[in-house]
Nanobody, 121 residues
Framework: QVTLVESGGGLVQAGGSLRLSCAFS????????INWFRQAPGKEREFVAG????????NYRDSVKGRFTISRDNAKNTIYLQMNSLNPEDTAIYYC??????????????WGQGTQVTVSS
């Protein structure tokens, strides 16, 4: 069984930064690709960023490229999402997901409970 717990969300002003963490517990952390998704009020959940099990491959949605960085520390069973230059359009609940692939169409095996990110203008 896999459990994911996100943390690091909060309220930040536009232009600010946050770092989200996703703590993984269970078997074979290093075997999973990890994706971050987000869901804003009244909108569908959307892919944000993903990282392969090795950490070598990453994937980002266009609107966050150059601003967000995904990384993982397999020794700590933790995935990070560094978010810089935040804007109000980034306001959403952010979820991490253990998946069999990278990107919006990846098959997700387990979801975290989410962490709220709110960016004020």
């Amino acid at each position: 069984q896999v459990t994911l717990v996100e943390s690091g969300g909060g309220l930040v002003q536009a232009g600010g930064s946050l770092r989200l963490s996703c703590a993984f517990s269970g078997r074979a952390f290093s075997a999973y690709n990890i994706n971050w998704f987000r869901q804003a009020p009244g909108k569908e959940r959307e892919f944000v960023a993903g990282i392969s099990w090795s950490g070598i491959s990453t994937n980002y949605r266009d609107s966050v490229k150059g601003r967000f960085t995904i990384s993982r520390d397999n020794a700590k069973n933790t995935i990070y999402l560094q978010m810089n230059s935040l804007n109000p359009e980034d306001t959403a609940i952010y979820y991490c997901a253990a998946a069999q692939g990278l990107g919006p169409s990846s098959r997700v095996d387990s979801w975290g409970q989410g962490t709220q990110v709110t960016v004020s203008s």
